[in-house]
T-cell receptor
Framework: DSGVTQTPKHLITATGQRVTLRCSPR?????VYWYQQSLDQGLQFLIQ???????AKGNILERFSAQQFPDLHSELNLSSLELGDSALYFC???????????FGQGTRLTVV | AQSVTQLGSHVSVSEGALVLLRCNYS??????LFWYVQYPNQGLQLLLK??????LVKGINGFEAEFKKSETSFHLTKPSAHMSDAAEYFC???????????FGAGTRLTVKP
């Protein structure tokens, strides 16, 4: 158990819909990362927050957004969903600096 | 910006053979380097990391990696592959005060009996 909790574990939704994925980082970790993993794209960095502020942005679509709340949990919002958004979405947390990131078990999103 | 390149998206070895998974990094500042493993339907798990100090780093499950600055490499090795090593392996880079950890595309390791 990495200490990073992601909910839900599985999500099936229709095209055009909006979903919210939730991540609770390890206790004390200030940094939260979101990644998308699909068969054709591999592991893609989406966005990172550090203590509530956006720190880095990767290949995140404009239809996607995220935020980190004062209690440090984070949410990834995916809207106007397309079939190609079907993937595993991982959250990871770290204490920052030179420390490793700890990953959650992921949310498997299926868009039908 | 930092980045890593993993050479070979698929590597296949026989049980008992040497495992060598390649990773090259790009960084304008001293890097911190990591190897993660992902088993099917699971999240990524840390195998080992290099931050400072000894360039040969030992990790879990008999894996080790050597940081070679002159070659900008951080290859992962294991002397003798086991069937349970079959998984996907990711190399990652960050640096001090840079919270943007970047991952390679991954290498899928297959172990043949």
């Amino acid at each position: 158990d990495s200490g990073v909790t992601q909910t839900p574990k599985h999500l099936i939704t229709a095209t055009g819909q909006r979903v919210t994925l939730r991540c609770s980082p390890r206790s004390g970790d200030l940094s939260v990362y979101w990644y998308q993993q699909s068969l054709d794209q591999g592991l893609q960095f989406l966005i990172q927050y550090y203590n509530g502020e956006e720190r880095a942005k990767g290949n995140i679509l404009e239809r996607f957004s995220a935020q980190q709340f004062p209690d440090l949990h984070s949410e990834l919002n995916l809207s106007s969903l397309e079939l190609g958004d079907s993937a595993l979405y991982f959250c990871a947390s770290s204490a920052g600096g030179n420390t490793e990131a700890f990953f959650g078990q992921g949310t498997r999103l299926t868009v039908v | 910006a930092q980045s890593v390149t993993q050479l070979g998206s698929h590597v296949s070895v026989s049980e008992g053979a040497l495992v060598l998974l390649r990773c090259n990094y790009s960084s304008s500042v001293p890097p911190y380097l990591f190897w993660y493993v992902q088993y099917p339907n699971q999240g990524l798990q840390l195998l080992l990391k290099y931050t400072t100090g000894a360039t040969l780093v030992k990790g879990i499950n008999g894996f080790e990696a050597e940081f070679k600055k002159s070659e900008t490499s951080f290859h992962l090795t294991k002397p003798s592959a086991h069937m349970s090593d079959a998984a996907e392996y990711f190399c990652a880079v960050t640096s001090y005060n840079n919270n943007d950890m970047r991952f390679g595309a991954g290498t899928r390791l297959t172990v043949k009996p």
